[in-house]
């Protein structure tokens, strides 16, 4: 599906809130647009985003999760940045294996002075979750628990 | 003399070793007898589906149902346990979590059946023959329990209402859940029963000291401390992951947890709950004035020494996990390279009137509704 199809992204933004938040904030101070298709969720650290978290967030509906953090050696506390860094590329092998393109999970870093950097990043976010369509392409299929009183038709392939 | 309780065990896709664990119960297996009445069990006993039938609904005191799902059959049996049945049990973590077979769900049903009867190099099977659920032969057409288009575990096709974890469940919580049975004093419907709460490592005695790992290792290229935590020494061991309940006979034997129990209390993902973990614990160094795709670069090297972790990581649990499988994702790449020829569902591979043998089962690759059995 592309752009011409009205395919609207859905992604959920997990930012830190002592960086990447306020550079979300600075890029709106800076009166920069971006594409709205980004859900933000603050977390107290990037380090905090738990892989199921980010898992959750695809079956649920979105075509993508982005975590940014801060710079490395620039962590709040420390090294939760360089945790969720070593999950994310941890996570990226497994996805793959799971039949999810590495471009829907996407881990950046954003300090609190860096609107013009979020911009560019949330904006590449979008158009590459945009090229790659909806990760759920068939919403009949939404679940494939059988129930008891489903037909067998309905659990078994022709 | 009233008539004994009756218990029913079943297999559905397993492999037997969920019977071995309960003649394990050496024994024990008089003091079973002697409560209860073991009427099904086509591992064990002759007792046919058919006399299943004939009961009427809810006669089966207890059925201890192993195995996932993975045709037709499976489901069928499921449901007629099911309502034959007034307690059943997920027993064992293929009907827990999808287990072994579940395995499959990394792949589509129809490169699953075209490497098993088509491609592999050591099959003898010129016609191209796949089985299907239907096959048209000149006497008629006969019928095979179909594939289902992805494993499912129990839960996902029936009310289950208890699961006891484990590949196999050890013997002795096998008791623990018989004697929690016959008691009477039975724990809220969906609980997860004949184990802990807690993880593997609180089972393990092994001397646990901070978590620093500068390299991931595996069990063939050395032989571990026997006595110092498997996962500081850098095997990926699952304890950190796993539910408690085992007794940890797989570190005793200085072998890395491989994650039998699934996940722990208050997690859903194990796989996910691995990478957490591991993401806490990996050491990769002074990263002081490297680039960040520098840093980026040396996570991957050091990631580079384990070659298949959604495998390790969702080796019982594939089913039940958050994605329960590979994503019927618009333009994903497949785990395994294109199979020469193309899909064995098209083009129809078609012989001597045979069409039904060529139809293979759409892969019914979705999104899961988040049903986890925790």
């Known amino acids: ?158 | 003399m009233p008539e004994k309780p009756k218990l029913a065990i079943y297999w559905a896709a397993s492999c037997g070793g969920c019977e071995i664990a309960v003649v394990n119960l050496h024994e024990k297996l008089l003091e079973v007898d002697a409560a209860l009445d073991l009427m099904f069990c086509p591992c064990l006993l002759d007792t046919k589906k058919k006399d299943i039938e004939a009961l009427p609904d809810g006669a089966i005191a207890v059925t201890l149902f192993n195995g996932a799902l993975r045709t037709e059959e499976n489901v069928e049996m499921a449901r007629l346990l099911r309502r034959k049945s007034r307690i059943l049990v997920a027993f064992g973590s293929c009907a827990k979590g999808g287990c072994i077979p579940a395995l499959a769900n990394f792949t589509t049903t129809d490169e699953l059946l075209a490497t098993l009867y088509r491609d592999n190099p050591s099959l003898d099977n010129p016609e191209a023959l796949i089985p299907a659920g239907t096959t048209s032969m000149p006497e008629g057409d006969i019928h095979l329990p179909a594939l289902l288009g992805r494993v499912l575990h129990l839960a996902q096709a029936v009310e289950v209402d208890y699961y006891v974890p484990g590949c196999p469940p050890e013997s002795h919580q096998i008791w623990n859940v018989i004697e929690t049975i016959l008691s009477g004093d039975l724990p809220p419907k969906g609980s997860t029963i004949g184990c802990g709460t807690l993880t593997v490592c609180d089972d393990c005695d092994r001397t646990k000291e901070d978590k620093r790992i500068t390299a991931f290792r595996r069990s063939y290229e050395f032989y571990p401390d026997p006595t110092a935590c498997l996962l500081e020494q850098g095997l990926l061991c699952m304890g950190i992951a796993t539910r408690s309940g085992c007794g940890a006979p797989c570190t005793k034997a200085n072998m890395p947890c491989s994650g039998c129990y699934g996940a722990p209390d208050g997690v859903s993902d194990q796989g996910a709950a691995m990478v957490a973990a591991l993401g806490s614990v990996m050491d990769i160094g002074d990263t002081a004035g490297l680039s960040e795709e520098a840093i980026a670069g040396r996570v991957d090297a050091f990631l580079a020494a384990v070659p298949d972790y959604a495998g390790l990581f969702y080796k019982y649990t594939l089913a039940s996990s958050t994605l329960g499988g590979r994503v019927g994702s618009s333009k994903s790449t497949p785990l395994s390279p294109p199979l020469s020829g193309g899909k064995c569902s098209a083009p129809p591979l078609t012989r001597g009137g045979r069409e039904g043998l060529t139809q293979v089962p759409d892969c019914n690759l979705s999104k899961q509704s988040g049903e986890i059995a925790e």
Not at chain 1, 6 to 29: H, L, M, R, T, V
């Open chain 1, 1 to 158: 599906m592309t752009e011409s199809n009205g395919f609207e992204p859905k992604i959920i933004g997990f930012f830190c809130n002592w960086c990447s938040y306020a550079g979300a904030d600075k890029a709106g101070g800076m009166q920069q647009a971006y594409p709205p298709n980004v859900q933000v969720i603050r977390v107290m650290c990037s380090g905090r985003v738990d892989p199921q978290f980010i898992l959750s967030a695809l079956v649920k509906g979105a075509d993508g999760v982005i975590v940014l953090a801060c710079h490395p050696g620039d962590c709040h506390y420390k090294e939760g940045n360089c945790r969720a860094l070593q999950r994310h590329r941890l996570l990226l092998l497994m996805l793959e294996q799971l039949g999810i393109e590495k471009e829907r999970c996407r881990l950046d870093y954003v300090s609190a002075g860096e609107g013009e950097k979020f911009n560019r990043v949330i904006h590449e976010m979008v158009a590459a979750v945009r090229t790659l369509g909806p990760l759920m392409p068939l919403p009949e299929h939404d679940s494939h628990t059988i129930r008891s009183d489903a037909p067998m038709s309905s659990v078994a392939a022709p």
